[in-house]
Nanobody
Framework: QVQLVESGGGLVQPGGSLRLSCAAS????????MGWYRQAPGKQREKVAA???????NYADSVKGRFTISRDNAKNTVYLQMNSLKPEDTAVYYC?????????????????WGQGTQVTVSS
């Protein structure tokens, strides 16, 4: 089994910054890609940013130039640096990872999710 634990959410004023972290643990063989999604009240979950093991990145148009995703492969951790935050960035942010793991029955690749962390941008 693989667990993803997020941290770093909170309340920030418009124009402020936050840094989210997500650490993966468990019987990990390889993490293919990691990313961040968010879900605002009454809206569908949307992809915010993603990064591969080779550090290729992609971003939603709404966050380009403001958010930066990075990862520390040695720590199985992904980060999301969020700058110039806007009220419309308010949402629960979820970490996501495509992970190859080993169990007693062999190897398998699955998608895992964190529990979510609240980000609120308000004055």
């Amino acid at each position: 089994q693989v667990q993803l634990v997020e941290s770093g959410g909170g309340l920030v004023q418009p124009g402020g910054s936050l840094r989210l972290s997500c650490a993966a643990s468990g019987s990990i063989v390889n993490i293919i890609a990691m990313g961040w999604y968010r879900q605002a009240p009454g809206k569908q979950r949307e992809k915010v940013a993603a990064i591969t093991s080779g550090s290729n990145t992609n971003y939603a148009d709404s966050v380009k130039g403001r958010f930066t995703i990075s990862r520390d492969n040695a720590k199985n951790t992904v980060y999301l640096q969020m700058n110039s935050l806007k009220p419309e960035d308010t949402a629960v942010y979820y970490c996501n990872a495509d992970v190859t793991s080993y169990s007693g029955t062999g190897y398998g690749t699955d998608k895992y999710w964190g529990q979510g962390t609240q980000v609120t941008v308000s004055s």
